[in-house]
């Protein structure tokens, strides 16, 4: 991808140096509501050109195998209405990756001069010090936490929160974050959903049928 553009590998978004980029990754199994809120703030509070939905092959982390991507992918597409700025993507299906340092890593590599930002829900803060290699994903990329209902106290007390409580930027200089050199993170307080992504699951929602569930689109 010459001079950081995805353009000339067919299926891969595009970047281009200097612009920042958002990274919500995640099996979407299924794309809800919830998904739709954080995008918003995302793009709202953090000066964002574009968010990538990276809906992943499987997550290591869970037992459950996952709806076939292509379904997922989908509904996920649905649900944005094909909204301008944000971008879903199997990117990390044709990269190969399984871990979310390496994908890091391999989008670092491929869309050189871009500046991406992760982003993520505070209940996934609370455990991130069980994904594989952590502080690297901490020293590679800063970081947006945005909030989860119940989750804001465990989250902001988490082993990671504490280890890189020094690099963490108040919410009001959250449009500095994608400047920023890492480790940088924020937490973002926002509207709630009590919508999940396993509770649709338990209500029967997702397998019931091929589209994606009802909630609020961008």
């Known amino acids: 991808m010459r001079g950081g553009s995805g353009q000339g590998r067919a299926g891969w978004p595009v970047a281009r140096a ?4 958002g990274l919500l990754g995640g099996s979407f199994d299924p794309p809800h509501a919830g998904h739709v809120r954080l995008t918003q703030e995302a793009l709202r509070r953090l000066g964002l050109a574009r968010i990538w939905w990276l809906v992943s092959p499987g997550n290591p982390l869970k037992a459950r195998p996952a ?3 292509d379904r997922r992918i989908a509904a996920a597409r649905r649900l944005l209405a094909d909204h301008p700025r944000v971008i879903v993507t199997d990117v990390e299906a044709r990269l190969g990756t399984r871990f979310t340092a390496d994908t890091l890593a391999r989008l670092a590599r491929a869309y050189p001069g ?3 930002v992760w982003l993520m829900g505070a209940d996934n803060l609370a455990g991130f010090h069980r994904w594989q290699r952590w502080t690297d994903i901490v020293a590679g990329v800063p970081i947006a936490v945005l909030a989860r209902p119940g989750s ?16 963490r930027l ?22 709630l959903s009590p919508l999940s992504s396993t509770a649709l699951r338990n209500r029967g929602v997702w397998p019931a049928g091929d589209g994606a569930p009802p909630g609020t689109r961008l």
């Open 67 to 69: 709806a076939p991507l």
């Open 170 to 191: 108040p919410a009001a200089a959250a449009r500095r974050l994608g400047r920023a050199r890492p480790p940088a993170w924020t937490y973002l307080t926002m509207p």
């Open 152 to 167: 804001g106290l465990k989250a902001l007390g988490s082993r990671a929160a504490r280890r890189f409580a020094g690099a």
């Open 18 to 21: 200097g612009e920042r980029i």
């Open 114 to 116: 871009v500046r991406f």
